[in-house]
């Protein structure tokens, strides 16, 4: 009858721990802050490639409601709450990720620097969003037998798909770290005239998209370590590693990009590349309106390099 009861599959745990109320609530705010700015940011500059990353952050501010909610049920906790938070919270940085990766193959395309890249520009995006939704569509259905799991069974093995995704993530992160890391040791030996003649900030946007990608893959790793671990971990035991690999991560990046939109570099040097109007000067030949003529290695004229 013992051997019975050891051997009974063990009844899925919402919490190993009672959920902070002050701290979900913080985060919520901040999360709501971020999703608002970035939303009134997008909107205002049509920088369309950041709706992943708006909607990730509405899904973190989402999720610490899912946990607020939850801390007022302790120790009795519903499974309503607790999928919201899980799930929100475990996809809404995969979503930022999409963002980041759009964003690397757009300054690519704006520095004239297609020979620099691993991979050409236009697939940058495709490339690494494909890896992306492969990841957030394994680490869905793994959440979603999670939390509809009765038995330590299907518990375990909503963990281990939910770790493969994050593997499949890493491991296109990893990959997304070395086409930037190259493109940038590039353009420094081989600077692209567009890199020299743009007074937009595109040096601080490709160092904010190196702290991003750090912190993103920090948060990778944790959480694939959560997951591994099961819910007998350290990680999974306590609610401070949540909050210090995963909460505050997610919220740096969301400043990172109020500070270092990169609507500032895109969309301005959109602008530059309009041509201005060649005029006749005194001397005969041709110059331009904004007085900065550039000649011509084939006719002698005075020509703008413009974008291709």
């Not at 952050?57 to 989402?62: M, T």
């Not at 049920?73 to 990720?97: C, H, K, R």
């Not at 999974?236 to 949540?242: A, T, V």
């Not at 003529?293 to 390099?305: A, E, I, K, N, W």
Request: net charge neutral; with cysteine.
């Amino acid at each position: 009858m013992a051997d019975d009861d050891n051997n009974a599959p063990k009844p899925f745990v919402f919490y190993h721990y009672a959920p902070s109320l002050a701290a979900a609530v913080l985060f919520c705010i901040f999360f709501s802050i971020s999703t608002l700015f970035h939303t009134w940011r997008m909107t205002a500059q049509r920088t369309w490639y950041f709706v992943p990353f708006v909607i990730g952050c509405l899904f973190e501010a989402v999720g610490y409601i899912g946990r607020a909610l939850s801390s007022n049920e302790a120790p009795d906790f519903t499974q309503n709450p607790y999928i919201i938070q899980s799930v929100l919270l475990l996809l809404g940085p995969t979503l930022m990720a999409a963002s980041v990766y759009m964003i690397l193959g757009r300054l690519m395309i704006v520095l004239h620097a297609d020979r620099h890249a691993l991979i050409r520009p236009n697939w940058v995006t495709k490339v690494f969003v494909l890896g992306d939704m492969l990841s957030f569509c394994t680490q869905g259905g793994g959440a979603g037998l999670l939390t509809a799991a009765k038995t330590q069974q299907d518990v375990n093995t909503g963990n281990h798909i939910i770790v493969g995704g994050l593997v499949i993530q890493i491991l296109f992160f990893f990959g997304f770290c070395a086409v930037a890391a190259v493109f940038h040791v590039r353009i420094r030996r081989w600077p692209t005239h567009r890199s020299l003649a743009l007074t937009t900030p595109w040096r601080g946007l490709l160092y904010a998209l190196y702290g991003s990608s750090c912190l993103l893959l920090i948060r990778f790793v944790y959480r694939a370590a959560e997951y591994a671990q099961g819910a007998d971990g350290t990680l999974q035991g306590k609610e401070f590693w949540l909050y210090v690999f995963d909460a505050l991560p997610m919220l740096t990046i969301t400043g990172v990009f109020a500070v270092f939109h990169p609507s500032r570099v895109i969309n301005r040097a959109a602008l530059e590349d309009k041509p201005a109007t060649p005029v006749l000067g005194l001397d005969g030949h041709v110059v331009l309106e904004d007085g900065s003529p550039q000649p011509s290695s084939t006719t002698g004229l005075y020509v703008r390099d413009t974008a291709v």
